[in-house]
């Protein structure tokens, strides 16, 4: 399969569907595992490494996934490439970046994916729009088994299955969801949101996880114990407590800006239409940051049933000139918006390298047509 | 673990004082700890959680690390010194090798717990699996202790008892 075949549209887990998706953009579970008569990978030798790679490689292929599996081999892969992959969270930053063999095996729906040779031997993740962490991990679990029918993981009875890191013994389970909450930023609680999580014991991560920025208003919450707790009990806990208390603090804030700051709300969402319908150079910064004003805008008519004046403008975007409802603005728009307006998917999708400028430039452009100001 | 202050939050914060030879530990949450003047810093990465943990080894002791020190996994060569540098070990039986050092780290990244009571491979034999459950048992055991839930305690001793 190509890049190409995909990157013209966003994946399934990121279409604005699924449960408590205003807020829960998306839900993800990893598993790290690695083979048992193997060393980690910090002392295995090219040739070794080699070895594990193709020997997960080919199990993985074998699998029965209900969809088309492909695997891209990550060090032969070109630059580009290796950015699209990052973009798509297909692979972290850090398996991109890496020396060695290593690659990632990805279902063509984009809701599983397995890092091979990256900090572990295997890293496996489920995705879904929304909160649906129960399904992610019942998922992840079954292609789990499956594996494991092929291969022997190290696990030992007293610490779980063995990872490269302590941090992840046990389950070696991640648990995170992706969460958007631009209104705890803008009435100034996004502080005490993040000691909140802390004190919870939380790991609280940008956009593109370890190492990145909370750009856009995203924020990506996960556990940080892995140990003497099953993975039912962490996925329990987040479904049954975490999101719930941070779901309704975004609400109130929500709210409390509905009710007694509307008008910085509408000054917020007037502005950032104003400027992607008109922009001539817009940065991913800068998109990514004024697209949290319209998607919040959005999310509050839809799953609030409120508007503010500068909402009822945003809604009627592209009513007048097209009246079929999918031309209409919607969360699927602004997120296709943010997802291929990233610099890897201009240029694959532009089908050759753009510098910064030119980037800016076919952003804009993209920008402006979606959001119904020129063709 | 509650914060000795306002025993309320979950303490985040562990200081270790050590006086006069004396031992003082503090636990508090980040609330407290920043109205008392404690400066913390938020999710420690593994490097950060190593040096502070060496840092408050006392050094007269017999370490118990220190057998541990001196030695290299014989699978893989690895040594505490590579650990102290990448964060990350050199292969699964160096959880063996240096159980003694990695224990309080263990620990401390996993909020107290050491022992595992998650999924478990389908292909672990039925020892392996039996030793999993007496674990798990002899750890709600000591909860149940804790907890001053003798009946409980009883149940599980019998339990445990009657595995073995």
């Known amino acids: 399969m190509k890049l190409t075949e995909i990157s013209h549209n966003i994946n399934e887990w990121f279409n604005g569907s699924g449960p408590l998706a205003d807020i829960v953009i998306s839900s993800r579970i990893r598993l790290a595992r690695n083979i048992a008569g193997h060393k980690f990978l910090s002392r295995c030798s090219a040739a070794e490494k080699l070895q594990i790679l193709n020997k997960l490689r080919d199990v993985l292929k074998s699998l029965e996934f209900g969809d088309q599996i492909t695997y891209i081999s990550v060090d032969k892969a070109p630059a580009l490439d290796k950015h699209f992959l990052v973009e798509r969270h297909l692979i972290s930053r850090h398996h991109a970046f890496a020396k060695g063999p290593r690659g990632v095996v990805f279902a063509r729906r984009e809701f599983f994916t397995a890092m091979i040779n990256e900090e572990d031997h295997l ?78 014991g939380l790991a609280v991560r940008g956009l593109f996880g370890e190492g990145s920025e909370a750009a856009g208003d995203f924020y990506q919450l996960s556990n940080q114990v892995t140990l003497g707790i099953s993975e039912a009990d962490i996925v329990a806990q987040f479904e049954k407590s975490i999101i719930p208390e941070i779901v309704e603090y975004e609400n109130a804030a ?83 918006l943010f997802m291929l307006t990233q610099p890897a998917h ?28 020129d063709k | 673990m509650h914060c000795q202050i306002c025993k309320k939050n979950q303490a985040t914060i562990h200081l270790t004082e050590i006086t006069d030879g004396i031992r003082t530990e503090m636990h508090l949450c980040e609330t407290c700890a920043q109205e008392n003047g404690i400066a913390a810093k938020s999710q420690l990465s593994v490097n950060e959680l190593l040096n502070n943990l060496l840092a408050t080894q006392p050094t007269d002791e017999d370490l118990f690390g220190s057998a541990e020190q001196a030695i290299s996994c014989p699978q893989c060569g690895f040594t505490l010194e590579q650990f102290t540098k990448e964060a990350v070990l050199g292969c699964p039986h160096d959880y063996e090798v240096f159980e003694k050092s990695l224990l309080p780290l263990i620990e401390k990244a996993h909020n107290g717990r050491t022992t595992h009571c998650g999924k478990v491979p389908s292909k672990t034999s039925t020892d392996a699996k039996k030793q999993i459950e007496l674990l798990t048992l002899q750890q709600k055991l000591d909860t149940a202790v804790k907890n001053e839930d003798y009946e409980l305690a009883a149940e599980l001793r019998d339990k445990i008892n009657q595995m073995e």
């Open chain 1, 123 to 200: 890293r496996m993740q489920v995705l879904k729009g929304g909160c649906q962490l129960s399904q992610c991990a019942e998922q992840i679990n079954r292609i789990d088994d499956m594996v494991e029918e092929k291969i022997d993981y190290a696990f030992s009875p007293r610490y779980g299955y063995l990872t490269a890191c302590p941090t992840n013994l046990g389950t070696g389970i991640r648990v995170s969801v992706m969460l958007h909450l631009p209104a705890l930023k803008m009435t100034g609680q996004i502080e005490k949101f993040l000691r909140a999580t802390r004190d919870m």
């Open chain 1, 254 to 336: 929500r709210n409390q800006l509905l009710s007694k700051q509307s008008d910085v709300l509408d000054d917020k969402i007037s502005r950032a239409m104003a400027l992607l319908r008109n922009a001539h150079l817009i940065s991913s910064q800068e998109a990514l940051f004024l697209l949290s004003h319209l998607r919040m805008g959005i999310n509050m008519h839809t799953h609030m049933g409120v508007s503010t004046p500068a909402i009822e403008r945003l809604c009627k975007l592209g009513a007048e000139d097209a009246p079929a409802k999918q031309d209409k603005i919607s969360i699927s728009t602004i997120n296709r």
């Open chain 1, 346 to 373: 201009l240029q694959l999708n532009h089908g050759k390298n753009l510098d910064p400028e030119q980037r800016d430039i076919l952003r804009a452009k993209i920008i402006r047509s979606a959001l119904h100001q």
